[in-house]
């Protein structure tokens, strides 16, 4: 099943969706004690896994129920832009406020809807796999920002008890949930406040034609990557026409090419 239409008016309302427990039980248990292993003991994890989005996190590189949700809001062709993994203890937060409203107008994070359809430059895609709660201090959105057409006032963007505006909001999901959001929304990490650590892999996701991350994934992690999984990192343009009929940069020709297409940059 793809979106609902309940679905597709909560985001397009707030700019972002939960799916709760879209994971297994033992596949949320696989990748947290690989994340615990990556923040504590690399070194009891191969190479190939001591990174995201290898290992037992690659199962999140083309989950259906977020590629359903990504090929309506994006579109049918999609990069893996970025990903990384969190273990955040009590007390420890990531970022403050920022993005929405007029400034987020670079095309790369747009968002608009037209026609019946969602276009959505960016889009973040957060596995928490722990339980969370509104309370607890997981990402915290300004609903709407991402539609916002005015600067937003400084009272807005304060993280502090007291202090808080009346629009930032967050949610409640069970360990195995994926939060969607588009990147043109105003979000924040604020302070981690349960004493178990908040344990989440947060990939970046964009249309085919764009690019605005640096790949920096180790190399010995990419190349353990199943192909149909690297498809998903293949070099961002749509068509090729220096050929007749002009070559498209599409999943199949990635997967019929027996030539490396992935390239990596290492640059700080």
């Avoid at 062709?77 to 273990?87: D, F, H, M, P, Q």
């Amino acid at each position: 099943m793809a979106m609902t239409d309940e679905e597709k008016f909560r985001f397009d309302l707030t700019g972002f969706l939960v799916r709760p427990a879209i994971l297994e039980p033992r596949e949320v248990e696989a990748i947290v004690d690989q994340i615990d292993r990556i923040h504590h003991d690399p070194g009891s994890l191969p190479p190939e896994e001591r990174a995201m989005p290898g290992g037992a996190a690659s199962l999140l590189i083309d989950h259906p129920k977020v590629l359903e949700v990504l090929h309506e809001i994006i579109g049918p062709e999609i990069r893996l832009e970025g990903t990384y993994c969190v273990w955040r203890k009590k007390g420890e937060r990531h970022g403050d406020l920022h993005g929405g409203g007029p400034g987020q107008i670079d095309p790369i994070f747009g968002y608009r809807c037209a026609n019946g359809r969602i276009h959505a430059g960016m889009v973040r895609v957060v596995f928490e796999l722990t339980e969370v709660s509104r309370e607890d201090g997981g990402t915290h959105f300004i609903a709407g920002s991402h539609k916002s057409n005015f600067p937003m006032h400084a009272d807005h963007l304060s993280l502090e008890e007291g202090r808080r505006s009346e629009f930032l909001i967050s949610y409640d999901c069970p360990a195995g949930s994926a939060v969607f959001f588009t990147e043109n929304l105003c979000h924040a990490g604020p302070e981690w406040k349960r004493e178990t650590p908040r344990v989440a892999v947060l990939n970046a996701y964009s249309h085919l034609a764009t690019h605005w991350h640096r790949l920096r994934i180790p190399e010995e992690v990419m190349a353990a990557l199943p192909r149909e999984k690297q498809a998903y990192f293949r070099e961002p343009w749509i068509a090729d026409f220096r050929t007749s009929p002009a070559t498209q940069n599409t999943m199949e020709r990635f997967l019929g090419n027996d030539e490396p297409t992935v390239r990596l940059d290492h640059q700080p």
